[in-house]
């Protein structure tokens, strides 16, 4: 059976999947494994991406992330490229390395957040990476050591994550993290989270017989993760997308125009707000424009930079602060 196009719009929660073709191997030595990561953390800061949870294997790799401005496709397009070219530029070698699609399921981040960040932080110690949960916190290829301190990492965003398990991003949210992962290694969930559409919205096959038993009529689909409400509004926001996207003339054009009617309401020219300046409003009103650039008229960070007179990273900064 053919598969869908991608679902995705900023701000969606995805887990993904990446494997080397025919099963092969995508790093071979420390420095590969230091060059994908090092790769991964400069791309989620480039493109606004946020990143959950990661852990990556020799011939494979998860990660749980939240898609920037410019969606999922264009950050994994660079990350698979980039990393492709070095690792045959390093090891003489030609051809693909990855699988040509790699997966991606969109999820319901209030009834899977969890147990999400667990399997994957999980999956060095199932697979006999590390052979203790004492080993996995100073593992440095999962995001578990960056969760319990052992290692620092600033382009994974630790403290939402800590915050799904306390107040704040403290020392008891992180014991009561450490406690969930105690749990979660007796529990299966391959099923749940990697499964057939019905069989992982809806936690396993046999709640699945039970809600055919009752003529329970849900809708599902193999890209996403959740209940029936959830991908009901996943697929009709996707639609609706595809109906209201403008040509990027016009959208380059709209903000154009927003560009100098906020000039003129800040008594300023577009030329001295491109110039670098950082007098008066003019910081808090890029960080606005870059806002309403990227998420409003849906430009690249490129192009919104450029429109601003900033660096792609810049842009990048600001949204991350807005």
Not at 206 to 218: D, E, F
Not at 247 to 265: H, M, V, W, Y
Not at 303 to 313: A, M, R, S, Y
């Amino acid at each position: 059976m053919p598969r869908g196009p991608r679902l995705d719009a900023p701000g969606t929660l995805h887990h993904v999947m990446i494997r080397g073709i025919e099963r092969g191997s995508i790093v071979r030595d420390d420095k590969d494994r230091e060059e994908f990561l090092k790769r991964m953390g400069e791309l989620a800061n480039e493109t606004a991406t946020s990143i959950y949870a990661f852990a990556l294997m020799n011939n494979h790799a998860h990660i749980l992330l939240k898609s920037g401005p410019r969606g999922l496709p264009a950050f994994m397009r660079r990350l698979l490229s980039g990393y492709a070219q070095y690792f045959n530029r390093r090891h003489k070698r030609v051809g693909h390395l990855f699988q040509n699609r790699y997966k991606s399921i969109i999820c319901e981040e209030e009834a899977y957040f969890d147990k999400l960040v667990a399997y994957i932080h999980l999956n060095p110690l199932r697979a006999g990476q590390v052979e203790t949960l004492e080993q996995l916190a100073s593992y440095p290829l999962s995001g578990h050591a960056v969760l319990m301190g052992k290692l620092s990492c600033e382009w994974m965003e630790s403290d939402y994550v800590l915050q799904f398990f306390g107040d704040s991003a403290g020392r008891a949210a992180r014991q009561a993290y450490l406690e969930f992962i105690e749990e979660e290694m007796g529990i299966d969930r391959e099923k749940e989270l990697m499964g057939g559409g019905l069989v992982r919205s809806h936690g396993g096959w046999s709640k699945v017989q039970s809600m055919r038993r009752q003529k329970k009529k849900v809708l599902s689909d193999e890209r996403i993760l959740g209940g029936d409400g959830f991908v009901r509004e996943v697929l009709k926001e996707a639609e609706e997308r595809q109906d209201v996207l403008l040509p990027e003339s016009e959208r380059l054009e709209q903000f154009s125009d927003t560009i100098k009617d906020a000039c003129e309401s800040a008594g300023a020219t577009v030329a001295f707000l491109r110039s670098g300046s950082k007098s008066g409003s003019l910081p808090s009103m890029r960080k606005e424009l870059a806002r309403k650039g990227v998420y409003e008229c849906g430009l690249s960070l490129t192009e919104t930079g450029k429109q601003l007179g900033v660096t792609t990273n810049a842009v990048s900064f600001m949204l991350k602060k807005a």
